[in-house]
T-cell receptor
Framework: EADIYQTPRYLVIGTGKKITLECSQT?????MYWYQQDPGMELHLIHY???????EKGDLSSESTVSRIRTEHFPLTLESARPSHTSQYLC??????????????FGPGTRLTVL | GDSVTQMEGPVTLSEEAFLTINCTYT??????LFWYVQYPGEGLQLLLK?????DKGSNKGFEATYRKETTSFHLEKGSVQVSDSAVYFC???????????FGKGTRLHILP
């Protein structure tokens, strides 16, 4: 079954730790995205990718970094986590085919708490 | 630039009530329009979409019609259930772009 996965679902860590949030999809989609969702529910695009070796910054500045070495995998890394990074992180993917109308498929999210 | 404005929540209704969540948009071209739903503790799921003017998207009893003349895409359901409690996002995408622009979300509470 085609799907999009995120691990871990919940993460509580201390300040200064390095973390990587994993995102994988089995749909063969070229485009992938990372969103940060604040407690007020609003979604902010922080990174996206058009395909392997492509990464772009989104509309909201973020201290995180991403990589895209394989089509199906789009991990997000924080080198030194801070309490201000506490948030819900959502990964999504979409097809390059124009007939998809940019419909995005979302993973279940990672809820990150930095103490 | 393109934008989406949806009614602020929370919206609280009794079971079997009629639901409307308003959504209006501004866009320079001819966008596709979407409603996504986010259930507690989950990611977003596509609820319905419409890709051109006068199209009606429908799913799970929800409907929305793409109204170009009023730049609107209001979500409606005739009889809501407790299981419809969630956050609803209106969104648009211009085919020339690779991103979706989301509204701020409307939280819906359905009371039994």
């Amino acid at each position: 079954e085609a799907d999009i996965y995120q691990t871990p679902r919940y993460l509580v860590i201390g300040t200064g730790k390095k973390i990587t949030l994993e995102c994988s999809q089995t749909m063969g989609h070229d485009k992938m995205y990372w969103y940060q969702q604040d407690p007020g529910m609003e979604l902010h695009l922080i990174h996206y990718s058009y395909g392997v070796n492509s990464t772009e910054k989104g509309d909201l500045s973020s201290e995180s970094t991403v990589s895209r070495i394989r089509t199906e995998h789009f991990p997000l890394t924080l080198e030194s986590a801070r309490p201000s990074h506490t948030s819900q992180y959502l990964c999504a993917s979409s097809d390059l085919n124009p007939m998809s109308y940019n419909e995005q498929f979302f993973g279940p999210g990672t809820r990150l708490t930095v103490l | 630039g393109d934008s989406v404005t949806q009614m602020e929540g929370p919206v609280t209704l009794s079971e079997e009530a009629f639901l409307t969540i308003n959504c209006t948009y501004t866009a320079t071209g001819y966008p596709s329009l979407f409603w996504y739903v986010q259930y507690p503790g989950e990611g977003l799921q596509l609820l319905l979409k419409a890709t051109k003017a006068d199209d009606k998207g429908s799913n799970k009893g929800f409907e929305a019609t793409y109204r170009k003349e009023t730049t609107s895409f209001h979500l409606e359901k005739g009889s809501v259930q407790v299981s419809d409690s969630a956050v609803y996002f209106c969104a648009l995408s211009e085919n020339r772009d690779d991103k979706i622009i989301f509204g701020k979300g409307t939280r819906l509470h359905i009371l039994p």
